[in-house]
């Protein structure tokens, strides 16, 4: 089946509506622009999740997610959908077309978190990280991947995918390929420069990885880069 698939860090300060750090700026024109606040969501959070909803994405990963407004996002995002993951790091998908996920065993790279999702209905395996920064990336992965329990299901997975907020934006060379279970993912396309705002997209850092190479549309939609959501953009790849 062809798949429409995102990533998009959700950035926890502005979920939180709290003006710190590198998301500051970000959180300050949210709250310039929608100074009310009811303790649910953020409405530059709503934004995303309406963003989302407008989208009609198969699976999206998420960075940064705070737990206790991921209810709320999936169910603007519709009732089709659920999510699973753990600690900042989950998937949102559309349950009526790649059934029940199923999360797996998996580790942290140093100090930040990944999942992988098993969907059996249709073979795929899903993994969403947020990579740490100045590490050796492709080396890390794959080892954390490799400690993770996908082993029983190696010979039934049809296709792997990766989405995550990589961190390598700051480095000279971009991560352009891994190799999981003996098969390699690639971008299908350039991603675009999707952080930050407090820097203006200078730099790019999240990406969408797949084992079937296929044309569609990568990038950050004009939709999204017009909007007041997160300090990342997000990034899709549609399959045509």
């Known amino acids: 089946m062809k798949l429409s698939i995102g990533t998009f860090n959700l950035a926890s300060k502005v979920q939180l509506n709290v003006p710190e750090g590198s998301e500051k700026s970000t959180v300050m024109l949210c709250q310039n622009e929608y100074p009310w606040f009811d303790g649910t969501l953020s409405q530059c959070t709503r934004n995303a999740a309406l963003w989302l909803k407008s989208q009609n994405l198969t699976i999206v990963g998420v960075q940064e997610s705070i737990p206790k407004y991921l209810n709320e996002i999936t169910r603007i995002i519709g009732s089709e959908y659920d999510y699973i993951g753990y600690d900042s790091v ?69 296709r792997i995918i990766i989405t995550g907020d990589f961190n390598d934006g700051y480095s000279d060379e971009n991560l352009k390929e891994l190799v999981l279970l003996g098969r390699t993912l690639k971008q299908n396309g350039l991603a675009p420069k999707s952080c930050c705002r407090d820097v203006n997209y200078i730099f790019r850092g999240d990406y969408i990885f797949d084992t079937k190479e296929c044309q569609g549309f990568y990038g950050t939609p004009k939709s999204a880069s017009d909007q007041l959501m997160s300090d990342h953009h997000p990034v899709v790849f549609v399959e045509a």
């Open 90 to 158: 989950y998937f949102i998908y559309k349950v009526t077309e790649l059934g029940e996920g199923r999360l797996l065993n998996c580790s942290y790279i140093k100090d930040r978190p990944m999942i992988m999702v098993f969907f059996p209905e249709i073979g795929l395996l899903a993994v969403n990280l947020h990579a740490p920064h100045d590490i050796n990336l492709k080396k890390e992965i794959e080892d954390s991947f490799n400690r993770c329990d996908v082993i029983d299901f190696s010979q039934v997975i049809d």
